[in-house]
């Protein structure tokens, strides 16, 4: 089981999107947990580039105001997710 925890400080970058694409196929990750990514919603190209076209769970809470933000990706094959708990400061899958 690879992956990435990684405090991003906002995720409209192009290099930080590509960063994280080629990562991800490079090092075949299985989860992504991204903070501080400073965007409220997501496109299915943005998540598709993101795990480099592989099939992930995504979900994913809005920042509140100028900072904040949570994103997280992970490969159902690998994992066995039950349900996904959501806070207003975290995200939670469960096995």
Same mark, same amino acid.
């Given at each position: /089981?690879?992956?990435? #925890?990684?405090?991003?400080?906002? *995720?409209?970058?192009?290099?930080k999107?590509? #960063?994280?694409? %080629? @990562?991800?196929? %490079?090092?075949?990750?299985? #989860?992504?947990? @991204? *903070? %501080?990514?400073?965007?409220?919603?997501?496109?299915?190209?943005?998540?598709?580039? @993101?795990?480099?076209?592989?099939?992930?769970l995504?979900?994913?809470?809005e920042?509140?105001?100028?900072?904040?933000?949570?994103? @997280?990706?992970?490969?159902?094959?690998?994992?066995?997710?039950?349900?996904?708990?959501?806070?207003?400061?975290?995200?939670? #899958?469960? /096995?």
């Amino acid at each position: /089981m690879k992956g990435i #925890f990684w405090n991003s400080r906002g *995720l409209r970058d192009l290099a930080k999107l590509r #960063f994280l694409s %080629e @990562l991800t196929k %490079e090092q075949n990750l299985d #989860f992504i947990a @991204l *903070l %501080e990514t400073c965007r409220k919603n997501y496109t299915d190209i943005d998540l598709n580039n @993101l795990c480099a076209g592989r099939h992930f769970l995504w979900s994913w809470i809005e920042p509140k105001g100028h900072s904040g933000g949570i994103l @997280l990706g992970i490969n159902p094959s690998i994992f066995d997710i039950g349900f996904i708990s959501q806070g207003e400061y975290y995200i939670k #899958f469960c /096995m």
